[in-house]
Structures are given as C-alpha cells and as structure tokens.
Antibody
Framework: QITLKESGPTLVKPTQTLTLTCSFSAFSLSTSGVGVGWIRQPPGKALECLAV???????RYRPSLRSRLSITKDTSKSQVVLTMTNMDPVDTATYYCVHTSGGNWPPFFDYWGQGTLVTVSS | SYELTQPPSVSVSPGQTARITCSGH??????AYWYQQKPGQAPLVVIYKDSERPSGIPERFSGSNSGTTVTLTISGVQAEDEADYHC???????????FGGGTKLTVL
C-alpha cells in the first residue's frame, strides 16, 4: 500500500527557509509516469499546488511562488524534499505530500500524506 | 492568474441530490478532478477525468462537463457526505495545477 509521510519543522520564523521531507513507500519515483508533489492548505482556505517532480526529473511549480521554491528527489532513499525560502506568516498552512501516476495531465493526486502544519511566527 | 470558481456552500436534505459546480475558461481543454475533504483529514479523489469514479467511491458520486463548467453530483445524499469538496484542473496552456476555492456541503 502506498504511503507518504511529511517531516520537518512545525514552527519557522519569518524570513527563514522551510525544508520539508516526504518519505514514501510502495512505489518508485523512477517508474514512468510517477510524480510526487506538495500541496498546502492555509487554515480554512483553499488547496494550493506548490510543486511536483516527476520520474523523468520534470519539475512543475506554482508560478506565483516559483522564485521561492525548489523540489528535489532522492530515488534511492524514496524521498522528495521541498525548500521554500523567505517564509512569511501568510505561508502558515498544512503541507501535504502527494502522489500522482499514469502520466495524466493535469495530474491528479491519488495518495496523500497526513499533512504537517507549519506555522510561521516570530 | 487562472482561477476555478466554486460556490462557497451548498445545502441539501438527506436523500436529495446535491450539485456542486466549478467554472473556469480552460475547462473545455483540461480534465477536472474532484476531491472530498472531511475535517482533519487529507482530501480524497472522488471523480477523475471529469466523470470517472475511482474504485471504492460510491455510485452516487458522478461528474459531468458542459464546457466551461464541470459539476459534481451526489445523488441520494447521506449524512456521511457532509464535507468540503474541491475541484482541480490546470491552466489552458497546461503549465500548472489549479484548485477551486472549495465548497462546503451541508447535509441538513
């Protein structure tokens, strides 16, 4: 059974860099069509897709946040890392790690991690 | 930037039919997906590629596309269907993923 689990800080200060790690199991990010991404949801607000990285190293980013985001993968460790610079209180949200497969476009996310709440505050 | 528009809330009585819409100018070109999210839980896809239903999702959930509007229909609504529903698609150039604002379904 596919599982994904987010890890990282629950509290960061404004201007700091957030680094989140997604550890997954039961699939490989080297399999054709597979992708792993990050979606966030501010409290009481809408979902936002931040970034997705695919088996072929293709990376897709939310345009409005592109300059602050970086997504990388370590296939051997079954991990994906999201880095977000210059954090602000408006970035307070639950951050989900998600799986997509099948090479569909747009992708849809059939497996989700439990999510991790990241609070930005001094 | 491209947006998908959903009504903030929809209310129905048990056994009735709930229809939740999602509008966007790129929907004729891009597939839409629907997610159900209950409090404290991660979203769960209930419709993919406009109208396909994943295994395990009850038949009362269906989806349709009529151009710039897609609709999630829940027939014979049950109390357990009370949740937030989010539509998802992509911009017309297919460059990035976009979600709607979400609709809170209340079962009266």
């Amino acid at each position: 059974q596919i599982t994904l689990k987010e890890s990282g800080p629950t509290l960061v200060k404004p201007t700091q860099t957030l680094t989140l790690t997604c550890s997954f199991s039961a699939f490989s990010l080297s399999t054709s069509g597979v992708g792993v991404g990050w979606i966030r949801q501010p409290p009481g607000k809408a979902l936002e897709c931040l970034a997705v990285i695919y088996w072929d190293d293709d990376e897709r980013y939310r345009p409005s946040l592109r300059s602050r985001l970086s997504i990388t993968k370590d296939t051997s460790k079954s991990q994906v890392v999201l880095t977000m610079t210059n954090m602000d209180p408006v970035d307070t949200a639950t951050y989900y790690c998600v799986h997509t497969s099948g090479g569909n476009w747009p992708p849809f996310f059939d497996y989700w991690g439990q999510g991790t709440l990241v609070t930005v505050s001094s | 930037s491209y947006e998908l528009t959903q009504p903030p809330s929809v209310s129905v009585s048990p056994g009735q039919t709930a229809r939740i819409t999602c509008s966007g100018h790129a929907l004729p070109k891009q597939y839409a997906y629907w997610y159900q999210q209950k409090p404290g839980q991660a979203p769960l896809v209930v419709i993919y590629k406009d109208s396909e239903r994943p295994s395990g999702i009850p038949e009362r959930f269906s989806g349709s596309n009529s151009g710039t509007t897609v609709t999630l229909t829940i027939s014979g609504v049950q109390a357990e269907d009370e949740a937030d529903y989010h539509c998802q698609s992509a911009d017309s150039s297919g460059n990035y993923v976009v979600f709607g604002g979400g609709t809170k379904l209340t079962v009266l």
